[in-house]
């Protein structure tokens, strides 16, 4: 049997990737029996792209027939990709992910941005239709083929329907700013980094990119080597804080970044991107796929584990860790964008939940009334805060850096105790004291 088009493009005492085993020929997609698994890989090769992986049968052999995007799968319904038809990957392509070595064929990082089950629905001879249903995905896609091409098959990719149920719409773009400590110190139970000396900016990530300040004024435009951070996140959806930067011999320079601030005729951005490009340094992941909104961290199994899967780990973690059961109540130190309230909500849990950003109060008030939970929220910082009756259970996920006293803190934990309640305090919140 001749040696697999897959094999031969690979040198596998060079890289991890497996090796094929099976007929050097690849499938019909139109015509072979069909599996039921897709996996889709985010490609950081020459070119950033998305890997199309569908199970089929060549013989007995499953296969994953396999379709690079240039331009990534289409979010939205109606959008239109290319699709360059490639070489059948073997079914154990489907758990790879990692670094293709310099050298090899495909080198670069490779990530699967979705995995799940694949439901063909039809196949007309050029368009094959089918459902993916993912840990990201779930909606209906279809491939027309269009010609071929110095020896390769083009496609076109669409969506047809976005079939996701319960998606939230992300929370407004406001950055979580430092607050004032009680002085310098030197504690392993906290990380520093630099002052970057740049602009906050929120980036909301979706179809497109776009760049918002602290002030709510949209700085898109400015930072035109920017606009496609929405491509490189393993997320259909997302809004991450973070702040951009001038790098001066790979020093961060308020004074370069003043060259850029304030230009706005298009010739001299472009010309000012080239010259002198920013940085975008991220602090934190606020929003993901439409799912959860949190500042804490997740809670991971294994170093590719979708983060939506750590964060509801996270969030069952401390619900547990406190014993909450349906009619207890409990008190959310720091709303945030309402995850803890939602996901205790839901669940029957009588939470009151205290912030001290008006926006996070709206928001989260508006989350209670659409999915009538059985919480409050209320504007109020936690040492203000004079509850008209014990909790079961205190939970603070990650806003200890706002409670500095800490002898107080913890009186005020025992004080809103019922006798028994506990306090899930989260490891990455806190000070050893």
Not at 226 to 252: F, K
């Amino acid at each position: 049997m001749a040696e697999s088009t897959y094999n031969r493009k690979r040198d596998f005492a060079g890289t991890s990737e497996p090796a094929a085993v099976g007929s050097d020929a690849d499938v019909d997609p139109m015509v072979a029996p069909t599996g039921q698994l897709f996996v889709i890989h985010q490609h950081y090769a020459t070119r950033l792209h998305h890997d199309l992986r569908l199970e089929m049968l060549n013989g007995s052999t499953p296969v994953l027939v396999s379709w690079a995007i240039p331009k990534l799968l289409p979010k939205r319904k109606g959008q239109r990709h290319l699709a360059v038809r490639t070489e059948d990957h073997p079914y154990e392509y489907a758990t790879f992910s990692g670094s293709i070595p310099e050298g090899n064929y495909g080198a670069g990082e490779v990530r699967i941005f979705d995995t799940g089950e694949f439901e063909p629905l039809e196949r007309d001879g050029k368009k094959l239709s089918f459902r993916l249903r993912g840990e990201r995905l779930d909606g209906v896609f279809h491939l027309i083929h269009t010609r071929d091409r110095d020896g390769k098959e083009e496609w076109l990719v669409l969506q047809g329907e976005d079939l996701r149920q319960g998606l939230e719409p992300h929370p407004p773009p406001k950055p979580m700013l430092a607050s004032v400590g009680n002085g310098p110190f030197d504690d392993p139970a906290w990380s520093f980094e630099p002052k970057w000396d740049g602009i906050r900016a929120i980036a909301i990530c979706g179809v497109e990119t776009t760049l918002i300040s602290r002030n709510d004024n949209d700085i898109t435009v400015a930072y035109p080597e920017l606009s496609a951070i929405n491509n490189q996140l393993v997320a259909i959806d997302a809004v991450i804080d973070g702040e951009i930067v001038a790098l001066a011999d790979g020093v961060p320079s308020f004074q370069a970044l003043q060259g850029r601030m304030h230009l706005r005729d298009r010739a001299s951005i472009e010309k000012a991107a080239k010259s002198l490009p920013v940085t975008y340094m991220v602090f934190d992941l606020l929003f993901l796929d439409g799912r959860h909104r949190s500042y804490s961290h997740g809670l991971f199994e294994h170093t590719d584990e979708p983060l939506e899967q750590a964060m509801t780990r996270k969030l069952e973690f401390a619900l547990d860790a406190v014993g909450a059961r349906p009619g207890d109540r409990v008190l959310d130190i720091g709303g945030g964008w309402g995850a803890f309230v939602e996901f205790a909500g839901k669940r029957g849990i009588h939470v009151t939940s205290l912030t001290i950003s008006e926006r996070s109060r709206s928001y989260i008030q508006d989350l209670i009334d659409r999915e009538r939970l059985p919480c409050e929220v209320r504007l109020e910082h936690f040492f203000e805060h004079e509850p008209t009756e014990p909790y079961d259970a205190i939970v603070n996920l990650g806003v200890s850096e706002h409670l500095p006293d800490y002898d107080e803190t913890l009186r005020r934990y025992y004080d809103f105790l019922k006798p028994g309640g506990r306090v899930y305090l989260d490891a990455s919140a806190c000070r050893i004291k």
